[in-house]
Structure formats: structure tokens, C-alpha cells
């Protein structure tokens, strides 16, 4: 009968089915291994050199949706005691003469990588503060290159980078601090690394790896408006007479040749502050300013008054943001900017 078969045929058929069934015995057993083993600390390494980079990038630019990433912004609303808020000039065809606020896109990945470092290392010193019992917590700071290792694999920062593009629950409520700590990296984070970095291209001020000095105003409720995240900024003496150095250094970006050729072709000019002859003389103070995007920069010493001038910036979200900054300045009227914000910090 046709169902029949002859008993070479049937031992070929068996042995098929066995060496098929030990092999998916095998594969179940490793992948519950894997479930319930921890990491090996060389699988928790990410070296930083380009070819891992390289490879990070590829493997996540294949397996996500990057549109998230580039609408990305992060925007400072930057302070100085003697002479107010920090705006940057620009002059385009399409808008004219008008005034920004300092910050700009996310770069994918490098301000993602930076971020999670940054993260890692911040989670470090709480956890060593924790650990050290009641004082002043340690300030976290980072490289602005990437060091030269990272505790998570490659596919652990991968889902991370996912999750932050991701429009989840968690990111949206970013800003949100004196509760439990962020568990991975968000928008945020890459925001804050976005602004500092635009902040240096911009003017020469330099805070890259010192981020803790950039509060999030999100728990304040200023944004984040379609994915701009905006900060505040405590501009301190120091980081303003620093910033000439950008102007002497133009070429100095960091050891990776792509970068150096690409920051090379900024041009930078060391520029005085505009001024509107309605208020008294400013300190001596120049910054080193990209042309590529700015033409000079100016001191306003009035949230409103700024708020009016960065109209034409971002679409609006500029005004908006400075004017929910005013409000909050509003609500603590005994308090200076810096003050207003001290409570906002993560």
C-alpha cells in the first residue's frame, strides 16, 4: 500500500527525526542557560574602538526607525548674573535678521553614546554616595570622547537606544525628579548632550563634560515641545573667558579623524556682545563664534524681552519656552533664576 514504506526508508525517516530532535533540545537548553546566567563581564564591555562603534551604528541604524532621533533637539536657556539671558544672531534669506536660543539637533549616535556614558557614570557616583552614607554628592562628568569601555553589551545599548526612541511613558515624563532614578537613557539625556555640544560649535562655551550643570526645566513643566528638550544653564565667569580657547583650538575635536575633519570646517570668530545702548556697559567678555550659523550674540537682560527677540526661532517653541521660564520666575518672585531652578535638579 502506498503509506507503506520499507524499512531502510523508515530508519532514514527515524534517524532524521531523532538528530532533528537533539538539536532542538540542544538549542532550548542554551537559550534557557542564557535566561537565567548572569553576563560575563566581558559581555557587559563595549569597547569604543571605531570598528565596534562603527558596528553599533550599522546594526542600529538597520533595526530602528531613526525619525524619533532626527527631530531631536536640545535648547538652553543660558543665565549670567551680570548680564542676562544668552541669545546667538543669525541671519537667513527665509527669516532675516533674528535671535536663537544656544542648542540644536541630537547627532545619532555619537550624542547617544555620549549620553549613556554620561548615565553610567552619574549612576556610579550615586551609587558610591549611597554607598558613603549623608554629604555633598559627587559630581559626574564625562569625556567628550568615548572612553574606552562600557558596562552593557552592544545589544543591551542597542535596546536602550531603542527605548529611547520610543515615545513610552517613562521618556515623556523625562523630566520628572525626586522620585526613583532614570533606569536607562531616554530623550532627555541625549537632549542634554545635544545642547552642550551645539553650545560648543556655537560659542566656545564649553560644559560637555560637565553636564550636571544643564537642569532639565521639563518638571517645571517648559516642554518638551515635539521633542525639543529644554535646560537651564548657570553661565559661570569661568565658562565665558574659556570659550576664547575654541578659537585657538578649532581643529582640536577630539582623536577621531572623521570628527577633526569635520569640525575643521567650521570657521570661528572671537566677537563682543552686541549692544543696545539701554543699559549700562557690559563686562569685557568674547565668545567664539560659529559662522557657519551665527553672526554675533547679545546679552538680554529680561526674560520677556528675550522671549520677544527668539520669536522667529524653532517655530515658536523658543518664546514659548522662555515664557513658561517667566512664569515659573513668576512664582518665586524672592528668587533669582539659578534659585528657581535648584529644586529641579536630578
Same mark, same amino acid.
Given at each position: 500500500?502506498?503509506?507503506?514504506?520499507?524499512?531502510?526508508?523508515?530508519?532514514?525517516?527515524?534517524?532524521?527525526?531523532?538528530?532533528?530532535?537533539?538539536?532542538?533540545?540542544?538549542?532550548?537548553?542554551?537559550?534557557?542557560?542564557?535566561?537565567?546566567?548572569?553576563? &560575563? @563581564?566581558? +559581555?557587559?564591555?563595549?569597547? $569604543? =574602538?571605531? #570598528?565596534?562603534?562603527? /558596528? !553599533?551604528? *550599522?546594526?542600529?541604524?538597520?533595526?530602528?526607525?531613526?525619525?524619533?532621533?532626527?527631530?531631536?533637539?536640545?535648547?538652553?536657556?543660558?543665565?549670567?548674573?551680570?548680564?542676562?539671558?544668552?541669545?546667538?544672531?543669525?541671519?537667513?534669506?527665509?527669516?532675516?535678521?533674528?535671535?536663537?536660543?544656544?542648542?540644536?539637533?541630537?547627532?545619532?549616535?555619537?550624542?547617544?553614546?555620549?549620553?549613556?556614558?554620561?548615565?553610567?557614570?552619574?549612576?556610579?557616583?550615586?551609587?558610591?554616595?549611597?554607598?558613603?552614607?549623608?554629604?555633598?554628592?559627587?559630581?559626574?562628568?564625562?569625556?567628550? &570622547? @568615548?572612553? +574606552?569601555?562600557?558596562?552593557? $553589551? =552592544?545589544? #543591551?545599548?542597542?535596546? /536602550? !537606544?531603542? *527605548?529611547?526612541?520610543?515615545?513610552?511613558?517613562?521618556?515623556?515624563?523625562?523630566?520628572?525628579?525626586?522620585?526613583?532614578?532614570?533606569?536607562?537613557?531616554?530623550?532627555?539625556?541625549?537632549?542634554?548632550?545635544?545642547?552642550?555640544?551645539?553650545?560648543?560649535?556655537?560659542?566656545?562655551?564649553?560644559?560637555?563634560?560637565?553636564?550636571?550643570?544643564?537642569?532639565?526645566?521639563?518638571?517645571?513643566?517648559?516642554?518638551?515641545?515635539?521633542?525639543?528638550?529644554?535646560?537651564?544653564?548657570?553661565?559661570?565667569?569661568?565658562?565665558?573667558?574659556?570659550?576664547?580657547?575654541?578659537?585657538?583650538?578649532?581643529?582640536?575635536?577630539?582623536?577621531?579623524?572623521?570628527?577633526?575633519?569635520?569640525?575643521?570646517?567650521?570657521?570661528?570668530?572671537?566677537?563682543?556682545?552686541?549692544?543696545?545702548?539701554?543699559?549700562?556697559?557690559?563686562?569685557?567678555?568674547?565668545?567664539?563664534?560659529?559662522?557657519?550659523?551665527?553672526?554675533?550674540?547679545?546679552?538680554?537682560?529680561?526674560?520677556?524681552?528675550?522671549?520677544?527677540?527668539?520669536?522667529?526661532?524653532?517655530?515658536?517653541?523658543?518664546?514659548?519656552?522662555?515664557?513658561?521660564?517667566?512664569?515659573?520666575?513668576?512664582?518665586?518672585?524672592?528668587?533669582?533664576?539659578?534659585?528657581?531652578?535648584?529644586?529641579?535638579?536630578?
Amino acid at each position: 500500500m502506498p503509506w507503506l514504506c520499507d524499512a531502510p526508508q523508515l530508519r532514514r525517516r527515524g534517524l532524521a527525526f531523532w538528530l532533528f530532535s537533539l538539536v532542538f533540545a540542544v538549542a532550548l537548553c542554551l537559550l534557557a542557560f542564557r535566561a537565567f546566567s548572569p553576563a &560575563s @563581564p566581558a +559581555s557587559r564591555l563595549l569597547a $569604543s =574602538s571605531p #570598528s565596534v562603534n562603527r /558596528r !553599533l551604528v *550599522s546594526e542600529t541604524k538597520n533595526t530602528m526607525q531613526l525619525g524619533a532621533t532626527e527631530k531631536l533637539r536640545g535648547f538652553l536657556i543660558a543665565w549670567n548674573p551680570a548680564r542676562g539671558y544668552l541669545l546667538l544672531r543669525s541671519e537667513k534669506k527665509s527669516k532675516g535678521l533674528h535671535y536663537q536660543l544656544p542648542g540644536g539637533h541630537a547627532e545619532f549616535p555619537d550624542d547617544a553614546i555620549a549620553a549613556a556614558h554620561f548615565f553610567v557614570e552619574a549612576d556610579r557616583a550615586h551609587a558610591a554616595q549611597a554607598a558613603a552614607g549623608p554629604g555633598p554628592a559627587p559630581s559626574s562628568s564625562f569625556s567628550s &570622547s @568615548p572612553s +574606552s569601555s562600557y558596562p552593557f $553589551s =552592544s545589544s #543591551s545599548f542597542v535596546s /536602550r !537606544l531603542a *527605548s529611547l526612541l520610543s515615545s513610552s511613558e517613562e521618556a515623556g515624563t523625562a523630566g520628572a525628579r525626586g522620585g526613583e532614578r532614570k533606569k536607562h537613557v531616554d530623550e532627555e539625556e541625549v537632549a542634554r548632550v545635544a545642547a552642550a555640544r551645539e553650545l560648543f560649535e556655537e560659542t566656545g562655551i564649553d560644559v560637555r563634560g560637565e553636564l550636571q550643570h544643564l537642569v532639565p526645566l521639563a518638571a517645571a513643566g517648559i516642554g518638551p515641545y515635539k521633542a525639543r528638550f529644554y535646560f537651564f544653564l548657570h553661565l559661570t565667569e569661568e565658562m565665558l573667558a574659556a570659550a576664547t580657547r575654541a578659537a585657538h583650538n578649532a581643529e582640536d575635536e577630539g582623536d577621531d579623524e572623521e570628527k577633526k575633519t569635520k569640525h575643521a570646517k567650521k570657521e570661528r570668530a572671537l566677537l563682543q556682545p552686541e549692544s543696545d545702548h539701554k543699559q549700562a556697559p557690559l563686562l569685557e567678555v568674547q565668545l567664539a563664534i560659529g559662522l557657519d550659523e551665527h553672526t554675533g550674540f547679545r546679552f538680554v537682560p529680561a526674560v520677556m524681552e528675550a522671549a520677544e527677540l527668539v520669536a522667529k526661532h524653532s517655530g515658536g517653541k523658543s518664546t514659548k519656552a522662555l515664557q513658561a521660564f517667566a512664569d515659573l520666575l513668576n512664582k518665586k518672585t524672592s528668587l533669582s533664576p539659578l534659585q528657581a531652578v535648584a529644586g529641579l535638579e536630578g
